[in-house]
């Protein structure tokens, strides 16, 4: 990121024994819900344990476009970033063992579909962190094909595919096709847009879909800046551009959770993405 002096990293290294049994565990589950004949992501946790996340994530990371090194940086504690140790393997952890993970990603205005995204962020329960991941290399000419993303975000994928976690997100259409590009199908791993659920509870007319800014509003009471949006994506990030994108990832997972607990009082929730689009 611009902006100078590192920070000192606060950032510890996993227990890695932890990881392997949640791993197994969460197989283990998933092995019953398909046997049990249920596949919905509704079911595969307790979504109402997300109500007491905060209004940002603990810490946002940034990963080159290889996902070799990581830039961590804790927005309440530190005014600067800094070079991290342990992101990379804090990284591969998270896409091995959480439940839950939401996504979003930012692309500079002018390229099309077929280029992919320039940034992919995720936001990871449990963990509260975000990890902004380049899909695109600083620099990279206009017929340059999409790079194919790090192993642990494969692994995070598959994952999902079998059902050992969900992956969530807001307006996801435009990702779903840019994401394709990259080898990421969202179709297959069932993700769930809220866009459809936060337009029903705004009784938005039809056709007229909440934004996730209106949604952050009405549902947590806050306000998202968007005014980096159409800012560019690939080159060095400011503090600023960081904040955004990861806000946005968190923002969804925090209205996953907000979904979740009003689920229970009989409403119908948002529709996987892949149905969502049949």
């Not at 936001?123 to 194919?148: K, S, T, Y």
């Not at 259409?173 to 509870?201: F, I, T």
């Amino acid at each position: 990121t611009r902006g100078g002096a590192a920070m000192v990293c606060r950032c510890q290294p996993l227990p890695w024994r932890l990881g392997l049994r949640r791993r197994r565990l969460l197989k283990f589950a998933a092995q019953r819900r398909r046997l049990s004949g249920c596949s919905a992501a509704c079911c595969r946790l307790r979504p109402s344990r997300l109500l007491n996340l905060q209004s940002s994530p603990k810490c946002i990371y940034l990963m080159n476009h290889g996902a070799t090194s990581a830039v961590c940086w804790r927005p309440s504690l530190d005014a600067k970033s800094g070079f991290c140790d342990h992101g990379v393997v804090r990284l591969r952890q998270r896409c091995a063992t959480c439940r839950v993970v939401a996504l979003d990603s930012e692309w500079t205005w002018h390229r099309t579909a077929n280029n992919g995204v320039a940034l992919l962020q995720l936001g990871f329960w449990p963990g509260g962190d975000v990890f902004c991941i380049r899909l695109r290399r600083p620099g990279a000419n206009r017929g340059e094909l999409p790079q194919r993303p790090p192993k642990s975000i494969r692994v995070l994928f598959e994952r999902a595919a079998r059902g050992e976690v969900a992956v969530v997100g807001f307006a996801l259409h435009e990702d779903r096709r840019r994401l394709a590009e990259h080898g990421l199908q969202l179709q297959r791993s069932g993700a769930m847009d809220l866009q459809p659920w936060c337009s029903n509870r705004a009784q938005r007319e039809l056709g007229m879909q909440i934004s996730l800014k209106d949604a952050a509003f009405k549902f947590l009471g806050e306000d998202l800046d968007k005014g980096p949006r159409m800012s560019d994506w690939e080159g060095p990030l400011t503090h600023a551009q960081l904040r955004y994108a990861a806000l946005d990832a968190w923002t969804a997972l925090r209205l996953f959770g907000r979904r979740g607990s009003q689920t229970k009082n009989g409403d119908t929730g948002p529709v996987a993405e892949d149905q969502q689009h049949q």
